[in-house]
Structures are given as structure tokens and as C-alpha cells.
């Protein structure tokens, strides 16, 4: 029968995987949309990206693949736990890293309409228009501080006097944005927690039968 330890490791180590999977794809796919022409659909998005660990992203998933594939030989490789072993400290190390990378985004919140403000002031004014055309707002403060950039949302003064500033709509944007990324982040630590004590169970219980195969040579039982 087949051991109900080691499938439930094998069971939460592809999870393991598939948030390296995750990780992985939704790099590339930032990536991608990072290139692509503005505009209103994907011109905030892409902005706040700009600021995003990208790079420790995909070094993570990378990592996350290598310590898949090294849990495989000490997955079958029964009678053997140094590869466990080493198995257990890169599941810490790639749990480690995902935590930075999620306490970063995390503290980006908390400074996010100071760092906005930069962000808006080094756009083009066609992406300033696109992001007014997105939140329905003119210029960043208000329509006077920085000017507004004319457009269909903010076609005249008096329209855009009307309309809120952008700080607004443009920071609850990214608070959404964020925490929706650092709370990704902190849910695949935790599949990191749950991959790691599977893999301790596993020790142990290797470690429980090589202590009772032992005794079994002892008792003349080792070649039955």
C-alpha cells in the first residue's frame, strides 16, 4: 500500500510548484503589458508595475523549480533524507524571499500617495491623459495642481474645475492593486509553511523506520 505520508508531501509539493508556476507566468505577463502601447486599460497598471519586484519574482519562481525538482530523488529515494534535508532549507530560503517581496509591496501601501505623485510627474502628458481618462479626474491634485492635460474627460477649465484631482481614484487604484499582490504573496508563504512540515513529517517518519529496521537486524528479523 502506498505510503499515505509521502503522497500527502507529493500531493502539497506540486502546490509548491504551482505557485512557481503562478509566479512565473504573471511575470512575464506584467512584462508584456509593460511593453504594449498605453492606454486606458492598462496605463495605471503598468505604472505601478514599473515599481514592483519583478526581478525577485522571477528569481523566486526559479528557485521554487529548482527546489521541486530536488525533491523528487528525495521523495523516491526512500532511504534517503540528506536530500530532504537540503530540500527543507531551499523551501525556507524560497519562503524567505516571497515574504521580502511581500512586505515590500505591503510597505509600498503606506506610501503610496507620496510616491504617486512623483510617478505622475514624470509621465507623458498623453499618460497623464489616459490616467485622467481611466479615474475620470483632471490633473493630480486638482485640475490646477499640476494642470490638467485636455482631453474628452477635461475638454475646458471649467469642465476640469468640476472633476475631482486624480490623487484620489488614482491611489485607491493602487492601494486595491497592491494589496492584492502582497496578499498573493503572503498566501504562497504559507504554502511554503505547509510544503516545509510536510517534508519534516517525512523526515520523521523515515527516521521512525530506519530506527525500527534496526531493530528488527538486531533481532534477527533483517532478512525476512
Known amino acids: 500500500m502506498a505510503n499515505k505520508i509521502l503522497l500527502t508531501f507529493l500531493g502539497v509539493d506540486l502546490l509548491f510548484l504551482l505557485t512557481g508556476v503562478l509566479l512565473i507566468v504573471s511575470v512575464f505577463m506584467f512584462r508584456a503589458g ?9 496605463v495605471a497598471t503598468n505604472l505601478l508595475m514599473v515599481q514592483t519586484p519583478l526581478e525577485g519574482a522571477l528569481v523566486n519562481a526559479i528557485l521554487i523549480f529548482f527546489t521541486f525538482v530536488l525533491s523528487l530523488p528525495g521523495a523516491f529515494l526512500t532511504t534517503n533524507r540528506a536530500i530532504l534535508r537540503v530540500h527543507s532549507w531551499f523551501v525556507i530560503i524560497c519562503g524567505l524571499l516571497t515574504l521580502v ?19 505622475w510627474a514624470t509621465q507623458s502628458p498623453q499618460e497623464q491623459s489616459l ?8 490633473g493630480y491634485t486638482s485640475s490646477n495642481s499640476p494642470p490638467f492635460q485636455t482631453d474628452p474627460t477635461c475638454p475646458t477649465p471649467a469642465a476640469a474645475a468640476a472633476k475631482e484631482g486624480c490623487i484620489g481614484p488614482f491611489s485607491l487604484y493602487a492601494n486595491q492593486f497592491e494589496a492584492v499582490l502582497f496578499t498573493i504573496m503572503f498566501g504562497i508563504v504559507a504554502i511554503d509553511v505547509i510544503t516545509f512540515f510536510s517534508s519534516v513529517v517525512v523526515l520523521k517518519d523515515r527516521a521512525e523506520q530506519e530506527r525500527y529496521r534496526h531493530i528488527d537486524e538486531k533481532n534477527g528479523f533483517g532478512t525476512i
Do not use: H, Y
Open 131 to 138: 490616467l485622467q481618462q481611466k479615474f475620470d479626474c483632471c
Open 34 to 42: 509593460m511593453n504594449a502601447t498605453p492606454s486606458i486599460s492598462n
Open 101 to 119: 517581496i511581500g512586505l515590500d509591496v505591503w510597505f509600498a501601501t503606506l506610501r503610496t500617495r507620496s510616491e504617486l505623485a512623483s510617478v
